[in-house]
């Protein structure tokens, strides 16, 4: 800021204390105390020198609280921001007004303490809505100015269904983002150009920490459904691991999109676009990946070691915590379990006996196991169990495990497994 008013370093309207306040801000040695204060000084210098009140803009404002509450110096940082905020925002002289912006209105914090003359406005009111983003005419013309009208569903399918009060929004940023792309190369698919941002770990955290309702309801969510919750428009960073405010949180930074106020607080949510429902999905997948990853090895264990009912036990633990958004038919089952053994030598789909196995682990050395599986998708829940013991008897009656190269091995162990959505039965051949 000083920077690019460096005049005022040696204007002869500003005293030398000013002065040297301005240079230790330019030359990044001010003290801590100096710089809570420091918008003031620059607001007033500007004031005296140029003769003209100032209007100070802060963008993200909430961003600072963020990286502070997740590095441990909270207190701290609120205390330093209510100074800035203070001194530059309460009875400054300098000051014609100012403007603040950020994902959260933490006004409890008590960072605007005695700022009483200032209207405080979210995504829930509707007075200045159309200035939070790009409105639908907005879109038009832009697509319009750079020959890309053709693309308006596209980009409203990806980027639009943000509501703000009662107005429809789309995000300015991935509009543009995808603008400049498609100008570039008209073959431009459009992406997610929030799935690489930091502030998407908020998903993941709340997918990692939260219960199995938390999880069924990020599933209906991301199948089109919407859900029901209490919103609260106020909220501090120290209240983010409250599982009751984890909506209020993902409504307020853009992740949800509130399509029907019920009164009493309560409104009606959904995923806002394509973009946000791939960062759920990606962050899903990750959560997914790494939790199957972190079982595998026992899981291959027990299959190892015959124990059907631990098998059982971990592969319904596992397909409880997948999301069921996913094809069900047999043909996925088939690649969740060649995926959840990635890393051990797994052949599908070979000749043996008197028919074709579903897939097999071989082992390392002669004196491993070889496992072979079966696996089918029941219809019903109440067909699991029947369908598991139709698929072992299988192994048994075509010989499977009698093919000449399992008989190399000094041990052949097989199961039936059958799945319906996130459940499974497993059967040991007999």
């Given amino acids: 800021m000083i920077g690019k008013n460096l005049e005022l370093l040696e204007s002869d309207h500003l005293t030398d204390i000013t002065k040297n306040k301005l240079n230790s801000l330019h030359s990044e040695t001010a003290s801590i105390e100096d710089l809570s204060t420091s918008l003031r000084v620059i607001s ?28 441990d ?39 605007f303490t005695g700022l009483n003359n200032f209207s405080s406005y979210s995504i829930l009111d509707n007075i200045a809505n159309e200035f939070f983003g790009f409105t639908e005419k907005d879109v038009q013309q832009l697509l319009a100015d750079c020959q890309l009208s053709q693309n308006m569903n596209e980009v409203k399918e990806w980027y639009d269904g943000y509501r703000f009060g009662d107005l429809e929004i789309y995000n300015p940023w991935s509009t543009l983002s995808y603008v400049k792309y498609k100008i570039r190369d008209d073959s431009f698919k459009p992406v997610s150009f929030w799935a690489n941002t930091s502030s998407n770990g908020i998903v993941m955290k709340y997918i990692q920490a ?53 009164g009493d607080h309560q409104y009606e949510l959904v995923i806002p676009n394509k973009e946000v429902y791939e960062i759920y999905k990606q962050s899903f997948m990750s959560y997914f990946t790494d939790y199957a990853g972190s079982r595998k090895n026992e899981l291959y264990q027990e299959l190892v070691n015959g124990d059907a009912r631990k098998v059982n ?26 995926g959840l053994l990635n890393g051990y030598e797994v052949i599908s789909n070979r000749e043996a006996g008197d028919g074709r196995f ?66 499974c039965y497993v059967v040991k051949t007999e």
């Fill in 44 to 71: 007033q210098a500007m004031f005296t020198h140029y003769h003209q009140k100032v209007i100070i803009l802060i963008d993200e404002y909430d961003v600072p609280m963020q990286a502070a509450y997740q590095n």
């Fill in 73 to 111: 110096y909270y207190d701290k940082m609120v205390d330093f921001l209510r100074s800035i905020f203070s001194s530059s925002l309460k009875t400054n002289n300098a000051l014609e007004k100012g403007i603040m912006t950020g994902c959260l209105r933490i006004s409890k914090e008590s960072i």
């Fill in 313 to 338: 036990l971990l592969l319904n633990d596992i397909l409880i915590r997948s999301i069921s958004y996913f094809d069900n038919h047999e043909s996925f089952y088939h690649g969740f379990l060649v």
């Fill in 210 to 262: 939260g219960d199995r309702g938390l999880r069924n309801e990020f599933e209906q969510l991301m199948n089109g459904q919407s859900i029901v919750k209490d919103i609260k428009s106020e909220l501090t960073y120290r209240e983010m691991d409250d599982i009751n405010n984890i909506y209020s949180f993902l409504l307020l930074t853009g992740y949800l999109k509130a399509i029907k106020d019920l």
């Fill in 358 to 423: 579903d897939l097999c682990v071989m082992p390392e050395t002669i004196l491993g196991t070889v496992i072979l599986i079966e696996c089918k998708h029941s219809i019903r829940q109440d067909c699991l169990i029947e369908d598991a013991e139709a698929d072992a008897r299988q192994i048994t009656d075509r010989n499977y495990l009698e093919e000449k190269r399992f008989k190399i091995y000094a041990h052949a162990v097989g199961y039936g497994i059958s799945f319906y959505k996130k459940q």
